[in-house]
């Protein structure tokens, strides 16, 4: 008799440290379990050919940061000059992928803040991007010359975001 | 007892078939119905109005028809996003104690239910 | 003004519980003389002193007093007065406060009838109770104190939140918390009747009423969460098995188990030791929710006050509560002696009891699965939907026969007419096969359900026959419970069987024909209403097997304060089914994404629940004397 009461105070108690622990935890969602994996299938269109481009262009250097972006999203607004920044690595290729815009506002953005791209593609239908894993943008993905995922950002790059990259290509 | 045997071949089956239709064939809009709006909260694909969950019926359709099968769809959005995005946990061994639990239950409380049935002693 | 008002009240209120509790504790030990207030006199006092402390609240939300920082987040001057008075509980604050308001009001109406209890136990659940009602004052108090102040005084409130203005979603927690409120008192009878001598029919009849009104409110409450979602949420649906309609399913489980339980103590005076344990569960359940659904730690669509301290708080609450309850049985219970055997009427409420915490398991274990897959190996798993359904349906057929034969059994004798149960089998299976050949069943599983839930309809039917012929109307509320539940069982399967879901994307002025439909995005309205801009569709679909026709509006609102879009579903209702449209826009593209929606049977889904809610307040006369 006194087992079966050892027992259920053990659950009991157990379950009510758990949901202490919990209250403390950050429970937002991150696409981190990603981070290890390779690319796979990369193949999209080029935004001013509509060629399809594939994982070549990814290899010319010894890092690639994969940035989805869009003219009407205004974090993308907030993260641009960090891009500019970053355009200016050797080793990083920057591999802009613009996301479900119109050509010309797209443009009219990039000619209003500069483009740090080394290849711009488009993705107008938002197919590609959940091959990358991708959910809201801005969005940006680092990877190496073997297409393996170093980091992923949600949301816009930030000046402790960009001296994470850094620190990863150096 | 007649009723308890045939009582238990019934429970039995009725495990077997809930395994068995599950391999009826599934509508697209059940798939969206399965998987999480990543963006939403608390919103199946199905349900949201979000721009995530319009993209993902896109690639969705485009799986079905290149042949992907429901469980390789959820497979594929796994690999990408993580278990967090299907609502149904997978048979895997660490969830091995979701799945069972309710079950040992129900047995433990057969047990003593049929022991209560089919005793005509005091039963303590 | 009010502010200080409802400190002050809050503030008498803690005095006078704490009063009750010292001056039950001097009665038990023969002290009385040491305080002379009566206790009637203080439990009158303390009821009225929060209830109206309640009402202040409502007050300063009707004339939008926003030096009250509640009142300033969650109104606004604009509001509907309806709305402004629902507003009052549509917080955290307000919301708790109404919870020790109604917790109050129902220790008055249970404690004023003193001379119906053993001394003993009226008073040890005396204690409890306003323990209870103290830990939750001290809780407002110390964190979510509804009264505070903000200055300078705001000329407008922030909350104007569209989807909190419906009037389903406005009842619904009420409704709930006298449901989750309500079972508190039988958590202190437990502890009463743990601490004292009283017999296990006493005690039976002491609770009986209680259990059933809160099973009533509770049944109803969810009811009005349901079609709040099904009509407001734009999906069509009306159970998602969220965590927090959960967390309301949790203690409808244990108060199911309760009534039927309650029946066989006190009329067999057996299984006293379980349905202490059950009225133990029901209140801790019902914190357990409470602690799920306000500390954050759950992600769903009812997102209320997210804050991690509160969830801390109402964490120890949970605490004490489980540590007092438990720990009291354990010391206090006395073992019984199982006196029955065979298959008679008890061993079939016993196995409604069995399937009833199976439910719960199931649907504990699922809603927190989660949390413990995140704490103990940081895997963020989801469980929804596919999970609740593999696991419950296929027990709900065999729950479903056990229903039906349950009743027909009698308490000491034998078991049932099994003529009687092939023959209702028979004709249920035979009223499938019909429906297979009409039309196209989706499942076996399916066809299980509908063969249950008829089998389990045709029984009750026998059942009312039976007792109209005899003039015994003691069974009124088991047949309408019974009849509910089995029609709401057939009447969900019928629905989800032939239930047709069209997703499509048009563009104004375009027509799509699929399946037996045509539908015809005829133009777009654009207008402005009083807090929000519309952007409506006009839609013609037509149905070329009836060459019915139906206008459909749907809209999408963009509110400015706070800045938010709705999705409003546009819902033809008639006896026979719904039809259910909504549209939303697309990033970038003139096209519109159109949910085109069948569902049959729906408002007999409402109706079902209504009626098997009904037998939980039929029968209320005394009936002590009657086997």
Redesign the interface.
Known sequence: MRMRYVIISAIVIFILIIFAISLNRDSTYSTEKLIGKKIENFNSKDFYTKEIKDSKILKTKDFSLINYWASWCAPCRVEHSELMQLSKKENLNIIGINFKDKKNEAEQFLNELGNPYDHLLIDQDGRFSINLGVYGIPESILINKELKILKKFVGPLDSKRVIEITEVIQ | MKLIRFITIFFIAQLNISVFSENIKISENQIFKNLRCLVCQGQSISESNSDFANTIKLVVKDKLSEGYNENEIYSFLVSKYGEWIVYKPPFSSSNLLLWTLPYIFLLIGAFFLIKIAINKKKFK | MLSFFGNSLILISILTSALIVIKSILVLNNKASLISININNLITLQTTIIVVSFLTLVSAFIISDFSLITVYQNSHTLKPLIYKIAGSWGNHEGSLLMWIALMSLFSFLFFIKKNRYKREYYLFTLIVQTSLILLFLIFLVFSSNPFLKILPEPMEGLGLNPILQDPALAIHPPLLYIGFVGSSIYFSAAIGALMSNIDGADFAKSIKNWIKITWFFQTIGILAGSIWAYYE???G?FW?W??VENASLLPWFCMTALLHSVIVLEKKKQLFSWVLVLCLMTFCLTIAGT?LVR???L?????FAND?QR??FI?II??LT?ITS?GVY?LKNK?E???????NRE?FI??NN?FM??YL??VF??T??P???????D?????????YN??I???V??FLLFMGIGPNSKWGGK?INLKMFFLVLLASVAINIILIYFFDT????FN?IFISSLFLIFYTIIDLMKSIRSKFLFKTSRICSHLGFGLLVLFIGLNENFSK?F?INLKPGETKKIDNYEIIFENLNFYKKSNYNVVAGNFTVMNNKSNDLKKFKPEIRIYKNPETLT?EASIKTNLLSDKYL?M?????SEYY?IKFQEKPLMIWIWISVILMSLGGITRFYRSENRL
């Open positions: 949420l734009g999906w649906g998602f969220d965590p602690f500390s954050g730690v992600n769903s669509v009812h997102t991690p969830g801390l964490l949970l605490s489980l438990f354990f073992e002696n199982y006196n029955n055997s065979g298959i061993t016993i196995t069995w915490m199976f398991i199931t274990l699922g927190v699965y949390i413990f897959t995140e704490v103990i190996s895997i963020k798993v989801s469980v929804g939907p596919p999970f593999t696991v349906i296929p027990f057929v065999i078991f989706k499942s076996i599983l299980l879901e997703d999705f909504t939303s826009n697309i990033q970038s994404n």
